[in-house]
């Protein structure tokens, strides 16, 4: 075996080398054989000839006819066997299927243990459903079937090597349930993949293939026949619909393929099945329950079921079809208990349906006509029927109705029920009562018992009810008291469970039957111990613990009929306080019941304040969104006010500055007076350059002043040849006046070049504002808007204005630069003219001192004739000769130029 | 929902290291701090949009356990793209990952995509294999790299993404026979062939491949 083993490379498990050694003689006479079988295998493989694959094909059949009776030698050729896989011939494949098929049906678990850690193992067997050959392909189907029977991990393998696609895609070819034994044959391999498998579960939603199964369901209306093959197919079909939604998968599973079965049309697929006519009875009992389990706990799919009709004239819901059925006693017993399993599943965790079916047997929706059938008519039928199935069903029914459903269960005591003629209606509560005390059969009282304890469990209103009956608790002990048979032991047990929930529901309403009084009863009539045996007998009868299983009504037979699933559950939930509270001395119960009142004190002030919460919340949320758009409009509305508001204070701000432009504007141009406001900063560029304007003309006046100095000056200097001293002095003045004005004239010039340019931007600054103005106006509202508009027209006019000050102005500067010019003119030629002077005053100064040298020359000629003349005055003196002192020689001017003459000398003497 | 394509990923490596957290911070964006040990294989799916196109991903999440190694090898040859993971904070993780990669390139299609994966990159304190020792195995063995960690959520959807990017950049390039389911590639069903093919759109991919700056 381990010498096999080998051959393959794969590994010994453990187990199989005890058995192996256990049968080790066997195994040697085996291995001989398989030795034999393995060396013409390899040859083959190296791609001998047809004849050798034949060969082998015998080989194998011969050793499958051998060792199909022998179960401890099998594990051991497997690895051999995995290699005929890998043979493509049909005389080598296909007894090598057959083989491996047996050796799996007889030792499962082992040879699942070996493929699973042969490399490629299940890969290899995989590829049978690709094979060409159906034979081959069919039996390959088989081969899987026991190949992934109870082993989860080589089903999860199988279902990674895309057995899904390929098995619904041989499902369609063949023609789904009109296809034969292969279709049934690959939904029972789907079925073993999907069962109880949560991961392959979830990959078969995960991979759409929820959606391939809704063909499966189209369904002829026509009598096409229904082959026994059709209706296993079909039936394999249904379960494997429950297998994804069963009540025991993981509830998130569960409801997400319901969802799906929804959303591609399987369910409506179903229900068309459901309210077609000539469908086989089974197939319709098994779709039943396939829907129940599709729309259970789901409330868009039970949403959907509500609304479906029959297509019955006049159409009917199909609720309300499939009651008729259930409280039919010629219907099918199976038939009758999918529908309840149906109405179960129809009100599992649904107020809604809950609310409409209790409606139906309220006084004020009633049918007044009487011409349909409602629900509730049906259920009350059912209840007070002879058939006892029928009461039982109709009891189970309508306790689903109001399973944790406080308020249908109050709604329900508002039922009234019409009697004989001539006698009052009597409440639904006190009919159930009635037909209990009058001992009919044990499913019709079970049923009946369940049903009260039901609605009686969780409402103080309906316990309150119950006991105002005074009947009802004399009957209730009477029963738990009583020596009966053993038949009758669950009615006393359900008995004690009824009286039991009056106390443990129980708010002290009704002074004959308050808590404590009822307990002293129980004392006294029956006795503690006596009452909690009794009560013990319901979830010790062996039906109990059959129907705690899961949530489907399955029962074998009617009389096994007795518990439903749902109530089990209340069993479990109220067995234990209400043996608690019979056993509790009444100090204890007064004590907890001062807890309780506390509590409940405390639950109502809770549920207040939690109200309160909810209501404050939603207010909050509300408030919060409030504030959220409020808080966008005050964002908007303020970047609108800040917007605005710096448009005005603009505005302001233009307005000010106008004002005093205008109040300095009325000093000199009247015409602008009556403008307002103004661009800001025009006015003070116009202003600073009227004061320019102002100081050139100051400096111009200076200028020409100066200038006639000047003239004046020449003038002077004309008139004063002679006076040398005093031109020399003017002309350095004029020389000091003309540097002044050349740099006045500059600065002047500067002056003017800045003005232009500021004129221009005036001007363009002025334009912008224009435009400014213009799309100002559109933003601003309100009244702002028109007080806006007559300032922008006011503006318009004090710009234009000023444009034309700005112009005449313009002009003056002009005017004066051109006087300007002309001043330099007049300077330049007055320069001239001193240079003129200047040259004409060096001449001078030079004859000035031509003749002062002549003067002086004569002066020395003169003094020398003068001592001539004394001398010889002198001699004349001597010689005696008088000598007269006038000499007719000089004249007048000569006189006056001698004295001067003879101050020079006199002068020059000194000198 | 319809999908343009379908990948098949496996998610492999070491027992312990956050492979099953991996996942479920992918499929369900949350984690759970404690987690049971897979026992053989999960299976969980996502969609995920690359340039434009969904693309459904079927990621089978494997037992790291030894005991579970011969079950965990069949899902090799029909998976698209492998994550290799290892624990940051436990390096006979990363010892481990040449014995994982053998097994890895022994039964898988050739053209198996594999991102390797330092996972628990939050755990810097006790960090014990260097960010620069994962990359320069990578590189020596041709792999995507990217630190991860479950618990943050941080680069887990990018480990996922790339290496679909990295699949659909060979399915463009043409090494993936889209026709053979083997392959773990699988076409839409209203999905054409002609789809393929768009090498500039191709080497854009290629080029987000290697810039996973990221938190980690």
Redesign the interface.
Known sequence: MNFLRGVMGG?SAGPQHTEAETHQNEDRIFKKNILEIQMNQKTTLKGLGISDSEIIGYALDTLYNIISNDEEEEVGKFPLILLCFYEFDFHVRWPGVKLLTSLLKQLGPQVQQII??S?????RLMDLLADSREVIRNDGVLLLQALTRSN??IQ??VA???AF?RLLDIITEEGNSDGGIVVEDCLILLQNLLKNNN??Q??FK???YIQRMKPWFEVGDENSGWSAQKVTNLHLMLQLVRVLVSPTNPPGATSSCQKAMFQCGLLQQLCTILMATGVPADILTETINTVSEVIRGCQVNQDYFASVNAPSNPPRPAIVVLLMSMVNERQPFVLRCAVLYCFQCFLYKNQKGQGEIVSTLLPSTIDATGNSVSAGQLLCGGLFSTDSLSNWCAAVALAHALQENATQKEQLLRVQLATSIGNPPVSLLQQCTNILSQGSKIQTRVGLLMLLCTWLSNCPIAVTHFLHNSANVPFLTGQIAENLGEEEQLVQGLCALLLGISIYFNDNSLESYMKEKLKQLIEKRIGKENFIEKLGFISKHELYSRASQKPQPNFPSPEYMIFDHEFTKLVKELEGVITKAIYKSSEEDKKEEEVKKTLEQHDNIVTHYKNMIREQDLQLEELKQQISTLKCQNEQLQTAVTQQASQIQQQKDQYNLLKVQLGKDNQHQGPYNNGAQMNGIQPEEISRLREEIEELKSNRELLQTQLAEKDSLIENLKSSQTASDMNEQSSTKDSEQITELKQELATLKSQLNSQSVEITRLHTEKHELLQKMETKSIPVQGENESIIASKTTDVEGRLSALLQETKELKNEVKALSEERTAIKEQLDSSNSTIAILQNEKDKLQLEVADSKKEQDDLLVLLADQDQKILSLKNKLKDLGHPIEEEDELESGDQDDEDDENEDGIKDQDHI | MTYAYLFKYIIIGDTGVGKSCLLLQFTDKRFQPVHDLTIGVEFGARMVNIDGKQIKLQIWDTAGQESFRSITRSYYRGAAGALLVYDITRRETFNHLTSWLEDARQHSSSNMVIMLIGNKSDLESRRDVKREEGEAFAREHGLIFMETSAKTACNVEEAFINTAKEIYRKIQQGLFDVHNEANGIKIGPQQSISTSLGPSASQQNCRDLGSDAGCC
Not at chain 1, 119 to 123: E, K, N
């Open positions: 590994q699973l850690v490399p490629m193992g299940v890969s989860g991990a999860k393998i990674f090597e895309n696609e991961s392959n979830n990959f995960e991979g759409s």
